[in-house]
């Protein structure tokens, strides 16, 4: 979201007139706030659980008293007519970033909306319009730039896979997500090739990378769209875990509340035994385990449960006589999915 975050600096500096690095570091303060609670969810002032623009506006609220409390320090270090300055922009930027966020809000039809849109918007606003010195030209054009961007990512597919979304017996709501080849029409022999082919390390990576970007796009599709997001298990395979460590660069790339919040890294039971400290990561986490072979499944069940780890587990498969005790689990802490048949 940094990107977001740097138009909204944008839009800021179009109006203000004035760029400087104590500028800039006000306005990431009150548009990470924004981030927070518009895609995220994350409330940092206040006790909210949805975005409106009552709770986001107590949200600012609380972040100009947290930044003026956190300048304090400066007091004795700036000279008098510097602090106060400074203590009055975090405070005129209250109102004046709360109306860049409004004016973000705004949704447009087609690219063509956005000059009409944008131009009643701000010439109709009190606080921006009184910031208006020249042409909205600029300002348009950062607002037509974020709006080709963000449709181009919302935009984006890979032609090489699909998303096969598999559904659990028990719990409807979660889904278990995974990438497969993009190719209509195969005999047996082609079949086993390219599942050959994309178990290799690096493509496996590739394949990876792929699966967390969609999943991505549609966490902020369902965001944009205030749409209800459930449960998504993928799994984590052993390749991408060694020396007690997750893969960096897929770390990186789940690095976002969005995908923490929602997303649940699936990995065998076997693999955690042997990577622990792995998972001490800030992600829900469920256990893999094939059951077809285990004669005391309650007490396998109550070893993995003791692990404190997981929130659920996937019976990958079992002995039919077991399928009962698996779907009469109940428990607040971990909760046991096992796949619709076929």
């Not at 921006?128 to 963000?150: K, P």
């Not at 390219?194 to 990378?209: G, I, S, T």
């Not at 796009?217 to 998504?232: G, M, S």
């Not at 897929?250 to 929602?262: A, I, R, T, V």
């Amino acid at each position: 979201m940094d990107y977001k975050v740097n138009c909204l600096i944008r839009i800021g500096i179009f109006f203000f007139q004035k760029d400087n690095s104590f500028i800039k570091k006000v306005f990431r303060g009150y548009f990470y706030t924004y981030i927070d609670n518009y895609y995220y969810k994350i409330f940092n002032t206040i006790d909210g659980e949805k975005f409106t623009l009552k709770n986001l506006k107590q949200e600012f609220d609380g972040i100009m008293f947290e930044m003026l409390d956190d300048y304090k320090e400066y007091e004795l270090i700036d000279d008098n007519h510097t602090y106060q300055e400074n203590c009055n922009l975090i405070r005129k930027f209250n109102s004046f970033c709360y109306e860049i966020v409004r004016l973000d809000l705004l949704k447009y039809s087609s690219k063509g909306d956005i000059t009409p849109e944008v131009e009643e918007f701000v010439y109709n606003n009190k606080v921006l319009s009184s910031y208006v010195t020249s042409s909205l030209s600029e300002l348009i054009s950062i607002v037509r730039e974020s709006y080709s961007n963000y449709k181009k990512l919302l935009e984006f597919d890979n032609q090489y896979f699909n998303l096969e979304k598999k559904k659990f017996e028990n719990y409807s709501d979660i889904l278990f997500w995974e990438l497969v080849p993009n190719i209509k029409v195969l005999d047996i022999y082609r079949e086993s090739l390219v599942k050959r082919v994309y178990q290799e390390k690096k493509l496996l990576k590739l394949k990876m990378k792929c699966l967390i970007q969609k999943i991505s796009i549609y966490l902020l599709k369902n965001v944009l769209n205030r749409e209800d997001i459930t449960p998504i298990i993928i799994k984590l395979d052993s390749n991408f875990i060694s020396r007690g460590t997750i893969d960096e660069e897929l770390l990186d790339l789940m690095d976002n509340p969005l995908f923490q919040k929602y997303v649940v890294l699936g990995v065998d039971y076997s693999v955690y035994q042997n990577q622990k400290s792995a998972f001490l990561e800030d992600f829900h986490f469920a256990c893999i385990q094939d059951f077809a072979h285990i004669n005391d499944v309650y007490q396998k069940t109550d070893s993995i449960y003791k692990e404190g780890i997981f929130n659920y587990l996937i019976v990958e498969d079992c002995k039919y006589r077991d399928r009962d005790y698996f779907l009469d689990y109940n428990s607040d802490v971990l909760k046991i999915l096992l796949f619709e048949e076929d």
